[in-house]
């Protein structure tokens, strides 16, 4: 008889693996967990001969994939409560940021921060996205703009892997710092700060702003193709406040996602389909810059691209401390159904992370990270706005809330 881990059983799974049944459900589930991984999966009543050195009975509830946060940016200092408030008066998030505002500020505090300080603040913040399931979270660079600040940055993403995974964004080309040279910083992003944050470990993915207050597509297209010689896969910020073109520039490198898309035109919708790129959609920052213009989600939908969501957490437009919120807005105000929500949390969220062969299902051979839920049905993850619905948790089988 094989000696396994744990079983986990008496409860409900939704897989997501596409299948049949929605959500993949799985009625009266048994889950069998060996040294970190899923080593079986099926109904109770199928299962084969284990020896397990511990049951886990979760009372009939819900278990689903381990929640997946990909496009953060949970490290800065100081905050942005008072531009906020300034918008709130009627100024614009691009007035602000010509005003010398916006990432800017951010900047000034991130590079002021020391580690310990960033640390302190971004575990508080980590805290919240741990106790509602995440157990992966993407975090990205991107308010250091100097190449001491940006591997300070990555530096903290990686020492706060514990329990969560962490994924790293290298996003040097996020804005051109205040008093620089714009080619100048993009050669020094390109040619010094990513190859010293690849020869440190400290990069899993580069990510990069093409937009009109940002940076241009020639600017984004010398940074990838860096990227691709240094063996990193690439992601884009696309088309958030204009068609700048992004979702196809990113799907034309092979990216593993585009980001936002709120402009993005039916021929960069194709670009996507055909490359295989996931489109990441960020309802926290259209809903707090209170845009009008949505991504077209029901053009990727047909196309069949791969749909993700995330909390975009960060101090200017999307302070969301919740990724479920994300699935709710996502919901609420992209029309998603609530299993394309928990699928973008889930599935495609792993494939935008180039993880997709390691989690966001519940299959064999995945790791096992579960979140064990008090509700319903599924949808319910969707339905509220907040809340607290986690039962438990483990990232590759550990245990974290339990
Ligand atoms: N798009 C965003 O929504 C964030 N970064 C980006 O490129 C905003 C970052 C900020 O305003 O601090
Ligand atoms: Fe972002």
């Not at 409900?12 to 049949?20: F, L, N, Q």
């Not at 995440?134 to 706060?160: C, P």
């Not at 010398?222 to 990193?232: E, I, N, Q, V, Y």
């Not at 299959?363 to 979140?371: I, P, T, V, W």
């Amino acid at each position: 008889m094989q000696r396994i881990d744990l079983i986990i059983t008496d409860c409900r799974a939704a897989t997501m693996v596409p299948g049949e049944t929605p959500y993949g459900a799985i009625d009266d589930a048994l889950i069998a967990v060996h040294e970190g991984r899923i080593v079986w999966i099926g109904p109770r009543a199928e299962v084969p001969e284990f020896n397990p050195f511990a049951v886990t009975r979760l009372d009939g509830r819900w278990v689903t994939p381990g929640l997946i946060d990909c496009h953060t940016h949970l490290v800065f200092g100081g905050d942005r409560i008072g531009e906020f408030e300034a918008r709130l008066g009627g100024a614009t998030y691009e007035e602000i940021a010509l005003a010398g505002g916006g990432i800017r500020a951010s900047v000034a505090a991130t590079r002021e921060a020391d580690e310990p300080e960033l640390i302190r603040r971004a575990r508080r913040r980590l805290e919240n996205f741990v106790a509602e399931g995440v157990t992966t979270i993407e975090i990205k660079s991107g308010y250091g703009l100097d190449l001491e600040t940006e591997l300070k940055m990555l530096r903290v993403a990686r020492y706060l892997d514990g329990d969560a995974r962490v994924v790293t964004s290298f996003l040097g080309l996020h804005a051109v710092p205040k008093d620089q040279d714009r080619d100048a910083y993009v050669d020094m992003i390109i040619d010094e700060a990513l190859p010293a944050a690849r020869a440190q470990g400290l990069v899993d993915i580069v990510d990069a702003y093409l937009e009109s207050i940002a940076f241009s597509p020639a600017e984004v297209s010398r940074l990838f193709d860096k990227a691709r010689s240094l063996g990193l896969p690439v992601r884009l910020h696309a088309d958030q406040l204009s068609d700048g073109g992004g979702a196809a520039l990113a799907a034309s490198h092979g990216a593993l996602s585009a980001d936002h898309l709120e402009f993005t035109s039916q021929v960069g919708v194709e670009a996507m389909a055909r490359a295989g790129t996931v489109a990441v959609l960020l309802p926290g920052a259209f809903t707090a810059l209170a845009e009008t213009q949505k991504p077209p989600v029901a053009a990727l939908r047909a196309a069949g691209v791969p749909m993700a969501v995330a909390s975009d957490c960060n101090p200017g437009t999307s302070p969301l401390l919740s990724l479920r919120a994300a699935m709710m807005l996502a919901c609420a105000q992209f029309r998603l159904t609530p299993q394309e929500a928990l699928a973008g949390v889930t599935r495609n969220a792993a494939m935008a992370l180039g993880l997709g062969s390691e989690t966001g299902t519940l299959a064999a051979g995945k790791l096992a990270d579960m979140a064990c839920w008090d509700i319903e049905r599924p949808a319910e993850l969707s339905y509220w706005l907040g809340g607290r619905l986690l039962s438990r948790s483990w990232r590759a089988g550990r245990p974290v809330v339990a």
